[in-house]
């Protein structure tokens, strides 16, 4: 068997795979990606992508019912769920054929196979047409990562989901439960509640969001309850009886355990890294709690070996995992590139209020020994989110109080996840209030918020 020589081999083709690929052809490598399932990974065909589809859908339906508020009539609003499915379906498709062609484009070389580490510099990938052997100066490890099932909780799509099932649901939820309130809960559990599903979500830590700051947290919890929803924080699903139209949840909350029936469980409670069957241990990659221990730089202790994105642990983010592709991509090809910086890289959930935030919350600026600085506005004296009756939120920075370092920000409402990249920029470039204070931000726009909230912080707000 004749052995297929390149300079970089990527395992995985997802946001850090495919990203790391195209960087490193781009800078003259010879690629190799080998991918044992869809080209785009996960987030793009069974995660970021097609959630963002559905949500856009119940955000639709939502503002349907509301239509009266604007002066609009709709006679009975009312919704096609295998119709909405395949929207999002459609919408992943057509951004899996979109990496297809930049493979082409790039010219990379794709292995449809499952990928072992096979000696120093060796890959081997077993596909359908059999064992095929590559060899590379660089190997890249960016597998990903899948699910975490806990004992007894395990999905098993057909009453109990995870994020897949509820991607393509075989019916309605009628009365839902969500275990676990990270960005993959909350945001199942706002497009199933706007959608119609009474639904319940669990939390086994003290407040839903929990990476979020706190006050962010209590506003968007108190927005999903005056939606519907029904929030246990501090509470544990102990088991699941499954039956054939139900199931029987056991949930332990304030010192008492109730028995609860619904008809479907959505599972979110975490994910594990994609490191089984890879050889890493083998090659001398180290790997902790499921995750590929790596340097700033994505170097794992194996000469020649990187590992980026969700396996290479949290934070668990598309965006960050691109990143590091682009990283180790100029780094292998003789580049001096700026290692990520964590405290720079943003975090979305895309709920109904979209909530968003980078940098330090309040409570971790302060547990770091820092005097601070604390603006918050809210978008009810913003008039452009007035103008579009999406007035619920808030915009609240931090700022070190003997610097002006932009420590953190944090967002709760209208189309926070868009507004967040103007302070993943200052945060990047290091700026203080005086930059952000003297930026002209146009009028009527969301972002007046974001200007608002850095004056609020140092007594100068206008609007409130």
């Known amino acids: 068997m004749a052995e297929q020589n390149f300079d970089m081999i990527v395992i995985g083709s997802g946001p850090g795979g495919y990203v790391c690929a195209i960087r490193g052809a781009q800078l003259g490598l010879k690629v190799a990606v080998v991918e044992r399932s869809e080209l785009g990974g996960i987030c793009l065909n069974w995660g970021c992508i097609p959630t963002k589809a559905l949500l856009r859908s119940s955000e639709v339906y939502h503002l349907m019912h509301r239509a009266k508020d604007f002066g609009l009539s709709v006679e009975k609003p009312d919704f096609d769920l295998d119709a909405v499915v395949k929207r999002s379906r459609g919408v992943a498709a057509q951004m899996n054929s979109g990496v297809k062609h930049l493979m082409k484009k790039n010219k990379i070389t794709v292995f449809a196979g499952t990928a072992k580490l096979a000696g120093k510099g060796r890959v081997s990938v077993e596909g359908e047409g059999g064992r095929q052997e590559l060899t590379a100066k660089s190997i890249v490890v960016a597998t990903g990562a899948r699910a975490r099932d806990l004992p ?6 057909d009453r ?3 994020y897949r099932a509820a991607l393509v649901p075989k019916r309605m939820p009628k009365k839902l439960l969500v275990i676990g309130s990270g960005a993959i809960g909350i945001e199942f559990a706002s497009f199933y509640n706007t959608m119609g599903a009474e639904t319940t979500v669990v939390e086994v830590l003290d407040r839903i969001l929990p990476v979020e700051d706190a006050e962010i947290s209590a506003f968007a919890k108190k927005q999903f309850v005056k939606q519907g929803m029904t929030i246990l924080e501090k509470a544990v699903v102990k088991k699941l009886d499954r039956q054939k139209d139900k199931v029987v949840a ?3 909350s304030g010192g008492k355990l109730q028995e609860v029936e619904y008809d479907t469980v959505i599972s979110a409670v975490g994910i594990v890294g994609n490191t089984e069957n890879l050889g890493l241990e083998e090659a001398g990659v180290k790997v902790e709690r499921s995750h590929v221990l790596t340097d700033e730089y994505c170097r794992t202790d194996a000469e020649g070996i990187y590992a980026i994105g969700d396996v290479a642990g949290a934070p668990w983010l598309a965006h960050k995992a691109s990143h590091e592709g682009t990283m180790v991509a100029e780094l292998i090809a003789g580049g001096d590139p700026h290692p990520i910086k964590p405290g720079a890289i943003a975090g979305c959930t895309y709920c109904h209020p979209q909530v968003a935030s980078v940098g330090l919350t309040e409570a971790k ?20 989110a007035v ?3 999406d007035a ?14 932009l420590l953190g920000a944090h967002m709760v409402g209208p189309e926070v996840t868009e507004l967040i990249q103007g302070y993943v920029v200052g945060r ?3 700026t203080t209030e005086v930059e952000l204070m003297e930026t002209v931000f146009p009028h009527p726009t969301l972002s007046e918020a974001m200007h ?10 206008i609007h409130i």
């Not at 770091?368 to 913003?382: C, D, L, Y």
């Not at 608002?452 to 707000?461: F, G, K, T």
Request: aromatic share 8%; proline share 2%.
């Open 160 to 162: 109990v989901w995870n």
């Open 452 to 461: 608002e909230s850095v004056l609020a912080a140092y007594d100068r707000v």
């Open 365 to 384: 600026a302060k547990e770091e020994g820092r005097e601070v600085k604390v603006g918050k506005f809210p978008f009810i004296g913003n008039g452009k």
């Open 387 to 389: 103008a579009l009756g």
């Open 250 to 252: 056991h949930i332990e």
């Open 392 to 405: 619920e939120g808030m915009v609240k920075t931090i700022f070190d109080a003997k610097t002006g370092e």
């Open 152 to 157: 007894g909780l395990e999905a098993d799509g």
């Open 428 to 430: 990047t470039l290091e």
